[in-house]
């Protein structure tokens, strides 16, 4: 498995913007899938963002696209979200995850980050 550690996270006004990295430990960073979530008080973990392992492959949910773009750097073992035009409703927790296959279903990912705050005011 693979260690996972975000940061960036903040607060912000709407319509500015957040880039989130996650660092990630581990020799074999390049094999794994990795994913954004976002959890939102009182509500479930829900996807955000995902990229293939070799970056050539993006998916992001459909409120987010245009505004985030995911990212990785495999010699830097960083995975990136860049978050711009945010909107109130974007406020939650986020996480990064990792998983040899990946996909949008947070039971997918064997690894999880501990999150960071990201808070978008009106």
């Known amino acids: 498995q693979v260690q996972l550690v975000e940061s960036g996270g903040g607060l912000v006004q709407a319509g500015g913007s957040l880039r989130l990295s996650c660092a990630a430990s581990?020799?074999?960073?390049?094999?794994?899938?990795m994913g954004w979530f976002r959890q939102a008080p009182g509500k479930e973990r829900e996807f955000v963002a995902a990229?293939?392992?070799?970056?050539?492959?993006?998916y992001y949910i459909d409120s987010v696209k245009g505004r985030f773009t995911i990212s990785r750097d495999n010699a830097k073992n960083t995975v990136l979200l860049q978050m711009n035009s945010l909107k109130p409703e974007d406020t939650a927790v986020y996480y990064c995850?990792?998983?040899?296959?990946?996909?949008?279903?947070?039971?997918?990912?064997?690894?999880w980050g501990q999150g960071t705050q990201v808070t978008v005011s009106s």
């Open positions: 581990g020799r074999t960073f390049s094999s794994y899938a």
């Open positions: 995850a990792a998983d040899l296959v990946g996909g949008s279903y947070p039971k997918l990912y064997k690894s």
């Open positions: 990229i293939s392992w070799s970056g050539t492959s993006m």
